[in-house]
């Protein structure tokens, strides 16, 4: 039974009645300060037994013949609104929400007009389960909760199959073709994916429609939009026509006969010459030079001129970048070395803000001198 806080309602209990729950030699320890703690000739003649939990007892001594005494008035039940009986029960109640705050394995009961705490039958699961966790959630009998294996509570997820092992929850892919309904998807693919189609036929009669394999998706060469694997719209990919100049591309086998496909987009030549791209914005699909002292990430065989190789393009070739070393003028991308300090350094015109950047020290008007 809940614990009810009654010192309040004690304090108006008499002495005379107390002395009956404490009994000779073994007095209050709150009261006396013989028996409190604080002096070591008495120290622990009386420890006072430990709280039972039953709100229709006074605690005397621990060990003693009076260490839980039931006594007739005491405050009970929810909000100290009912009293204890004579026989020690709470009582007073007309429904088992006045005599505490039942659980689902330790429902309060008003019988009679007295509160009775039950218990529910050992085995009886909660209502609040966690689904697929292989485990249940149930009553012990003695109004407590426990945790136990149920190997019939199995994980439930799309084109997975799940199992129990003694309470432990696995899955695995379900097989190809097991129906599904997922984000669009009509069927497992055995990977544990829902997806519309595993073949063209999938995708209905249309001769422009087709099954992309990688994702189980249909696409159609002719809706405008760039889906499946299409490298571009409507164009590219293993059904769709080849792209023209310009437009995107992985291989070449996506561009149009006679287009090379460079820096991603099908372009009329190789643009494999360092910094030389075919996917300039003013440009696309035809390889231009990228503009001075800007970088070529990729221009064939794993090579690139990139500043942090202090390199850079001098709008024709890969040289050295701003700040780099430097024997001459045409190891610099500025085509200009500065003979004090062997580094590459901004050419004439160049925007400059002080002298130091530039090959003659000479920033004049935001630009380097000639």
């Known amino acids: 039974m809940r614990r009810t806080t009654r010192a309040t309602w004690m304090l108006l209990i008499s002495m005379a009645a107390l002395g009956g729950v404490y009994g000779p030699g073994c007095s209050n320890e709150a009261d006396d300060p013989e028996r409190n703690g604080e002096a070591p000739s008495t120290k622990g003649e009386c420890a006072p037994a430990d709280d039972d939990g039953d709100p229709c007892t006074a605690e005397g001594c621990k060990g003693g013949g009076n260490e839980h005494v039931k006594v007739v008035g005491l405050p009970c039940g929810m909000n100290n609104a009912l009293a204890c009986d004579g026989n020690g029960k ?139 694997d299409e490298t571009d719209v409507d164009c590219g990919g293993a059904d769709c026509n080849p792209c023209t100049q310009g437009q995107g591309c992985e291989t070449v086998q996506h561009c149009k006969a006679g287009l090379y496909c460079a820096d991603g987009i099908c372009c009329n030549t190789a643009c494999t010459t360092a910094c030389l791209a075919c996917n300039l914005p003013n440009s696309v699909g035809t390889c231009s030079f990228i503009p001075k002292y800007g970088e070529d990430p990729s221009y064939g065989n794993g090579m690139s001129c990139l500043n942090a190789d202090q390199l850079a393009c001098s709008g024709a070739a890969c040289l050295g970048a701003l700040g780099a070393p430097c024997a001459g003028d045409t190891d610099c991308a500025s085509f200009k070395c500065s003979g004090s300090s062997k580094t590459c350094r901004k050419g004439p015109g160049d925007m400059c803000m002080q002298n130091s950047e530039c090959f003659n020290d000479t920033c004049m008007n935001g630009t380097c001198a000639p």
């Open 90 to 228: 709470c009582a007073g109640c007309t429904t088992a929400d006045q005599c505490g705050t039942s659980s689902e394995c330790a429902p309060w009961a008003c019988n009679a007009g007295v509160c009775e705490l039950t218990f529910t039958n050992p085995g009886t699961p909660i209502s609040q389960q966690t689904p697929g966790d292989c485990l249940r959630v149930q009553c012990t009998g003695t109004g407590e909760e426990q945790t136990v294996a149920d190997d019939l509570d199995v994980p439930v997820e799309p084109c997975y199959d799940g199992m129990c092992s003694n309470g432990t929850p696995s899955t695995t892919p379900s097989k190809q073709g097991t129906d599904c309904n997922v984000n669009g998807g009509n069927a497992c693919d055995g990977k544990g994916n829902c997806v519309e189609c595993f073949t063209d036929l999938d995708c209905g009669n249309d001769p422009l429609t087709f099954c992309d394999p990688k994702f189980g998706t249909c696409h159609n060469c002719a809706d405008g939009v760039k889906n499946g």
